[in-house]
């Protein structure tokens, strides 16, 4: 089955440093990948429609400036949090449609938790 | 409203059925979801019913769509420990079919089996 990785799955920083989360798509390739954010017992907000080649979508309300996300390749992409603060703590999921897919096709990767101290 | 909403928790015996409940808002959602979350773990599509359906089977699950009320329920039979978990109702936005769709997530219930 599609299997979607993401890397680290647990990151600490200290506040005013970046730290980026990668998410891959391991056995297909996705034309477009999707950032959410869930804080604690709370629903995913989707954050930014990330297309390969082409600059994410944000949603209204997600600072692009903070929240850099990068789809370099049919297999990756990225999301960079820069002057990372304490309000960034949460759990980071991707998830990736495959090349040739519609949206029910869409997986999940396993999520990243960000603690900022 | 923009908002998809869920019950908070559901407690259920082992051995009985589980019926968690979803409203939606946007009457012109394409696809509706359920997807499962473990413990610190990202998210599981157990099924979706596309919006001209009333109804689907799959095993254990059945899924309910009453497009007039906006509502959607998902019925796990013979609910065991190992479905404690947060189940998340979504529906899909954007371009009919398309792979742009955006997701819009329901606030999400958590269900407690006990033994």
């Known amino acids: 089955g599609a299997v979607v990785s993401q890397h680290p799955s647990r990151v600490i920083c200290k506040s005013g440093t970046s730290v980026k989360i990668e998410c891959r798509s391991l056995?297909?390739?996705?034309?477009?990948m999707f950032w959410y954010r869930q804080f604690p017992k709370q629903s995913l907000m989707l954050m930014a429609t990330?297309?390969?080649?082409?600059?994410?979508?944000?949603e209204q309300g997600v600072e692009k400036d903070k929240f850099l996300i990068n789809h370099a390749s049919l297999t990756l992409s990225t999301l960079t949090v820069t002057s990372a603060h304490p309000e960034d703590s949460s759990f980071y999921i991707c998830?990736?449609?495959?090349?040739?897919?519609?949206?029910?096709?869409?997986?999940f990767g396993p999520g990243t938790r960000l603690t900022v101290t | 409203g923009e908002d998809v909403e869920q019950s908070l928790f559901l407690s259920v015996r082992e051995g009985d059925s589980s019926v968690i409940n979803c409203t939606y808002t946007d009457s012109s959602s394409t696809y509706l979801y359920w997807y499962k979350q473990e413990p610190g773990a990202g998210l599981q599509l157990l099924t979706y019913i596309f919006s001209n359906m009333d109804m689907k089977q799959d095993q254990r699950l059945t899924v309910l769509l009453n497009k007039k009320d906006k509502h959607l329920s998902l019925r796990i039979a013979d609910t065991q420990t190992g479905d404690s978990a947060i189940y998340f109702c979504?529906?899909?936005?954007?371009?009919?079919?398309?792979?742009?769709?955006?997701?819009?997530f329901g606030t999400g219930t958590l269900l407690a089996v006990q033994p």
């Open positions: 979504a529906e899909s936005r954007g371009n009919y079919g398309g792979a742009t769709n955006k997701l819009i």
């Open positions: 998830s990736a449609i495959p090349r040739t897919g519609y949206i029910y096709e869409q997986y």
């Open positions: 056995d297909f390739q996705a034309t477009t």
């Open positions: 990330s297309n390969e080649g082409s600059k994410a979508t944000y």
